[in-house]
Nanobody
Framework: QVQLVESGGGLVQPGGSLRLSCAAS????????MGWYRQAPGKQREWVAS???????NYADSVKGRFTINGDNAKNTVYLQMNGLKPEDTAVYYC???????????????WGQGTRVTVSS
């Protein structure tokens, strides 16, 4: 079993910054990729950013240039640095990881419990 634990959410004023962290633990051989999704009130969950084990990153257009994702493979941890936050960034942010439990096993998707980010003056 694998657990993802997020931290770093909170209340911030427009234009401010927050850094989210997500640490994976448990039966992990390798994290193929890790990333972040978010779900705003009344909306569907949407992809925000992701990073592969090779360090390749991708971002949703809505956050490109403002958010930065990076990871620490040794710690199975991923971070999301969020700058220039806007009220429309308000959401619950979920960590997602594609993890192989064994060397020959398939990648399995795991989710964290979510951390709330509120951008408001």
């Amino acid at each position: 079993q694998v657990q993802l634990v997020e931290s770093g959410g909170g209340l911030v004023q427009p234009g401010g910054s927050l850094r989210l962290s997500c640490a994976a633990s448990g039966s992990i051989f390798r994290a193929n990729a890790m990333g972040w999704y978010r779900q705003a009130p009344g909306k569907q969950r949407e992809w925000v950013a992701s990073i592969t084990d090779d360090g390749d990153t991708n971002y949703a257009d809505s956050v490109k240039g403002r958010f930065t994702i990076n990871g620490d493979n040794a710690k199975n941890t991923v971070y999301l640095q969020m700058n220039g936050l806007k009220p429309e960034d308000t959401a619950v942010y979920y960590c997602n990881a594609d993890i192989r439990n064994t060397a020959l096993g398939p990648g399995i998707a795991y989710w964290g419990q979510g951390t709330r980010v509120t951008v408001s003056s």
